[in-house]
């Protein structure tokens, strides 16, 4: 069985391991790239733009709500019965990807 490696450096942050989580998989780069050309959109809207089924997109809007990097129009708990529309939140996404650049470039 493989192990998952961690670095032990103390620049490797949580914001650092949220980037490496999410830019790192196609999927939710996807999801982000068509939320910030489209605005908000349900997840049967995304479902029908991206190249993941159902299961799989709602598997990445957790994650990327999680992260920080998209915001819901409805509150997690309040949404049964309900159509809950994603965006991106771009200020999030830069946050993450400076922290990952600082990580990588060291600076």
């Not at 190249?51 to 999680?66: F, M, R, T």
């Amino acid at each position: 069985m493989p192990r998952i490696t961690q670095p032990h450096d103390d620049a490797w942050s949580p914001d650092v391991e949220d980037a490496v989580a999410t830019f790192g998989n196609r999927s939710r780069n996807e999801i982000l790239r068509f939320l910030t050309a489209n605005g908000p959109a349900s997840r049967g809207d995304i479902v029908a733009a991206v190249s993941a089924g159902e299961p799989s997109v709602a598997k990445h809007l957790i994650a990327l709500e999680q992260v920080g990097a998209i915001e819901v129009d409805v509150e997690a708990g309040r949404r049964h019965g309900r159509s809950p529309r994603y965006s991106a939140n771009p200020a999030r996404i830069k946050e993450l990807l400076d922290a990952h650049l600082r990580y990588v470039l060291e600076e």
